[in-house]
């Protein structure tokens, strides 16, 4: 990997980690999650970077997907195990780092699961290894604790502009292969689950996370306004809360976007009891380097 590349997933990774852990702290019952979502977008731009995704707060059997609308009024509750999954990106480099708060003593252990089986699978990563043995470990880690990892939520590769490509890194031992190459740069992410051990997409259009899939004309100008801010991100995800155009006119103008198949959402992901998670990104090399820790 060329010098500057690296350098730039690594500022990436620190940035990443710093607001993640501060984003951690404003995990308290009564806490607006918009609030949180705002504070940590802002302070990734203070830092240096932009979000790489609108910041993912997912909470108790939701394992993915949720960010906050512009007028979300959720707030912590106590007892919640929440997720904040963050991702930061420089010149399109991204790193991805996701942590979780478990607010009542009871689920510690599964927060205590999935950063277990996160940290044996780093030591397991170099270049030559097949990521199934990977993905066998994380199994066996998180099954030691009596609890099931998520089997249809993987961890995967990161591009630039890209936050999801090969290779895949599944969380348990599967017919999935491949040789992990010097250079690659992945994201591993448990889930663990006391309850079933597959999430499904929520059947309604309220992801509240949004790509571009094809520029179309829009006859709303609020539609083509996001659009414009859309192409900016060249194919991050972006989120409603990121214009200035505000209530009706948004929804219309989101409307306009679906309809005309402008945007896909990235539709909200839930299992069926309470659900936690830790990801780390990870650059593969003879000394790997895990950006985000
Ligand atoms: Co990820």
């Not at 999650?33 to 909470?59: D, F, H, Q, T, Y």
């Not at 699961?113 to 066996?140: F, H, M, Q, T």
């Not at 348990?172 to 051990?197: C, M, Q, W």
């Not at 571009?212 to 060249?234: H, N, S, T, W, Y």
């Amino acid at each position: 990997m060329e010098k500057e590349i690296l350098e730039k997933y690594k500022k990436a990774g620190e940035i990443a980690k710093t607001v993640r852990e501060e984003g951690r702290k404003l995990v308290k019952p009564g806490v607006k999650i918009l609030e949180i979502a705002e504070k940590v977008e802002n302070r990734i731009k203070e830092l240096g970077g932009i979000p790489a995704w609108p910041l993912n707060i997912s909470i108790n059997e939701i394992s993915a997907h949720y960010s906050p609308s512009q007028d979300d009024e959720t707030t912590v509750k106590e007892g919640d195990v929440v997720k904040l999954d963050v991702g930061v990106a420089v010149d399109g480099y991204v790193a991805d780092t996701a942590s979780t708060v478990a607010l009542s003593e009871k689920d510690k252990k599964l927060v205590e699961a999935s950063e277990k089986a996160l940290e044996e699978a780093i030591k397991l990563v170099k270049p030559g290894r097949d990521v199934n043995e990977i993905s066998a470990k994380i199994e066996e880690i998180i099954k030691s604790f009596d609890l099931k990892p998520i089997t249809n939520l993987t961890g995967h590769g990161l591009e630039q502009y890209t936050v999801h490509s090969e290779p895949r890194v599944p969380n348990y031992k599967s017919d999935y292969s491949h040789i992990l190459e010097e250079g690659e740069v992945i994201a591993i992410e448990p889930f663990v689950t006391r309850g079933r051990n597959y999430i499904t997409e929520e059947d309604e259009d309220r992801g509240l996370s949004y790509s571009l899939v094809q520029i179309k004309p829009c006859r709303l100008r609020e539609a083509r306004q996001i659009i414009e801010a859309m192409k900016e991100r060249k194919g991050l995800p972006f989120s409603e809360r990121w214009t200035n155009i505000k209530g009706i006119k948004l929804k219309l103008a989101m409307r306009e976007l679906k309809d005309r198949g402008c945007i896909g959402t990235h539709r909200i992901l839930r299992g069926d009891s309470k659900i936690s998670q830790a990801e780390h990104t990870i650059i593969v090399l003879d000394e790997p380097i895990v950006t985000t820790r």
